[in-house]
């Protein structure tokens, strides 16, 4: 059971896309999970299946919403929240080119992706303070309406990253903001409406049969 002042958000990475194998910058692009990613989603539905929870919310897109599906397997009685608040970061023009071609001709943008750039703005999309903006209000609003509860929540790496710098601040240059695994599992919790927690950051310990191959590098 979850103590009467706190919120306790147990979020989850969606599975592995085509797009995530082949190194290719996703976004907003509505991509699916390719066979491996739904075998990742199957071992966190596992993972999770003792865990009760109050309420579902997963982002809209559909490498998440099919995660947050799979999970609710073990959980019938409850029904699945979507919302735009957890999508990924809006890259705009980005969205659909290799990570590796970018790194040559958008170093600075793709600097952001390791270390803070809140006033960066990205072309035809979305800047990284309004992306922060967007995710801290969802998690904010939720930790004030949900006291007492548990609360599962299925989403996107950089929207993970950026719950990470509300709950536990920023990481300062020259060091190099952590990632999160497909199909990993990070915990925060909020006491008393405002304070905040990281209690678990990337676990992947059911994913130890599975191959992880997402990940940055420095």
Same mark, same amino acid.
């Given at each position: 059971?979850?103590?009467?002042?706190?919120?306790? +958000?147990?979020?989850?990475?969606?599975?592995?896309?085509?797009?995530?194998?082949?190194?290719?910058?996703?976004?907003?692009?509505?991509?699916?999970?390719?066979?491996?990613?739904?075998?990742?989603?199957?071992?966190?539905?596992?993972?999770?299946?003792?865990?009760?929870?109050?309420?579902?919310?997963?982002?809209?897109?559909?490498?998440?919403?099919?995660?947050?599906?799979?999970?609710?397997?073990?959980?019938?009685?409850?029904?699945?929240?979507?919302?735009?608040?957890?999508?990924?970061?809006? +890259?705009?023009?980005?969205?659909?080119?290799? +990570?590796?071609?970018?790194?040559?001709?958008?170093?600075?943008?793709?600097?952001?992706?390791?270390?803070?750039? *809140?006033?960066?703005?990205?072309?035809?999309?979305?800047?990284?303070?309004?992306?922060?903006?967007?995710?801290?209000?969802?998690?904010?609003?939720?930790?004030?309406?949900?006291?007492?509860?548990?609360?599962?929540?299925?989403?996107?790496?950089?929207?993970?990253?950026?719950?990470?710098?509300?709950?536990?601040?920023?990481?300062?240059?020259?060091?190099?903001? *952590?990632?999160?695994?497909?199909?990993?599992?990070?915990?925060?919790?909020?006491?008393?409406?405002?304070?905040?927690?990281?209690?678990?950051?990337?676990?992947?310990?059911?994913?130890?049969? +599975?191959?992880?191959?997402?990940?940055?590098?420095?």
């Amino acid at each position: 059971m979850v103590p009467e002042n706190i919120c306790e +958000l147990v979020v989850v990475r969606h599975g592995q896309t085509e797009s995530n194998r082949s190194g290719t910058l996703q976004g907003q692009l509505d991509t699916a999970l390719d066979q491996l990613g739904i075998q990742q989603a199957q071992a966190v539905a596992r993972r999770l299946k003792k865990r009760r929870f109050d309420m579902v919310f997963s982002s809209d897109l559909n490498r998440a919403l099919h995660t947050a599906k799979i999970i609710l397997q073990y959980h019938p009685q409850l029904q699945i929240n979507t919302t735009p608040a957890l999508r990924e970061w809006n +890259l705009g023009d980005l969205q659909g080119r290799l +990570l590796k071609d970018l790194a040559e001709k958008e170093p600075e943008i793709m600097q952001a992706f390791r270390t803070e750039t *809140p006033d960066l703005k990205i072309p035809g999309g979305e800047s990284l303070a309004a992306f922060q903006n967007r995710v801290s209000t969802f998690i904010g609003t939720l930790a004030k309406e949900h006291c007492g509860k548990r609360l599962l929540l299925v989403t996107h790496g950089g929207a993970i990253q950026r719950m990470l710098r509300y709950a536990a601040g920023p990481i300062n240059a020259p060091n190099v903001r *952590p990632f999160c695994s497909n199909a990993s599992i990070a915990v925060f919790r909020c006491k008393n409406q405002e304070n905040w927690q990281l209690v678990t950051w990337n676990d992947t310990a059911h994913l130890e049969d +599975l191959e992880q191959n997402d990940l940055l590098p420095l």
